[in-house]
């Protein structure tokens, strides 16, 4: 339960975080220019803002299943392993 209320409010102030980013970027509606390796680009920066900010999320996202998963893996192989030698101790202690 803790959990899931962390991950809301975690969800809430990355949504705060966008929102004001929209909020600055809706006041400010310069045009930025961007270039890649072989084109250039005109946006208006709260579109730059807002697409920035969702792939850092994504990516940061990502990142921090890959490594959550990595442990709840390792969890689960010490876990079988603690049971095994705790059976394994206990057919010492009975013997």
């Known amino acids: 339960m803790e959990i899931q209320v962390k ?13 004001l980013a929209i909020i600055f970027g809706a006041r400010n509606e310069q045009l ?3 270039s890649y390796f072989v084109a250039k680009g005109e946006y208006r920066l ?9 792939l850092g999320f994504i990516i940061s ?4 299943g890959y490594h959550i998963l990595k442990l709840r893996l390792n969890v689960r192989q010490l876990s079988k392993r603690l049971a095994l030698a705790e059976t394994k101790n206990n057919n010492d202690v009975d013997a």
Do not use: E, Q, R, Y
């Open 61 to 64: 996202w990502l990142f921090a």
């Open 7 to 19: 991950s809301f409010l975690v969800t809430v102030v990355v949504a705060l975080v966008f929102f």
């Open 46 to 54: 709260p579109l730059v803002l807002a697409i920035v900010f969702l």
């Open 32 to 34: 930025v220019t961007i």
